[in-house]
């Protein structure tokens, strides 16, 4: 007799923002995705890449940034572990913070889930998520019926509700 499927132990539907701003951005992008898969991390959608502006210092080199949606039985913390472990292969060192760098992974939202746990730095879904266009873009191209999980708000909101300077800072590539 085949075990039933628990909500414990069913994928979870996550996605992730990915970007680059060091090096061979476009590359430094599709190996971390080759990276994420080595964890048994299963890519469904993979957004077009996105050309942005530096945030919050745009006198730093550019962005390119993706989102992609997975489905993986990694909990929340295995996950952001996964993604750190990632980060450090890629090249990426700790320095000041929003520093350039060559891989940055964010767990935007995990399977509608709600967390906040600060002291273990995991937030669901990503704090800031919600006022970046170089994330509610490429997660609105492969995901256009997609709500925030705290506010309930759909992404075409998320998106309308930004600052038309913000639309017109990002380029699809």
Known sequence: MKKQDTLENRAKVVY???GSN????????????????????????????????SWP????????NSVIKVKTYLE???????????????????AKIN??????ID?????Q???NEKKKNLILPHPRMDNRIFVLLPLFEIEKSWKHPETKINIVKLISSLPVKDLRSIKQI
């Open 22 to 53: 060091l090096g061979n951005k476009v590359y430094n992008i599709e190996i971390t995705k080759i990276e994420l898969e080595k964890f048994k991390i299963k890519i469904l959608k993979s957004s077009s890449k996105y050309l942005s502006e």
């Open 76 to 94: 929340p913390f295995q996950l952001l572990k996964v993604c750190k472990i990632i980060e450090f292969k890629m090249g990426r060192v700790k």
């Open 57 to 64: 210092d745009n006198t730093k080199p550019k962005f390119i």
């Open 107 to 111: 767990i935007i939202d995990y399977d």
């Open 113 to 115: 889930k709600l967390l």
């Open 99 to 104: 520093a350039p760098r060559i891989c940055d």
């Open 16 to 18: 992730l923002a990915i």
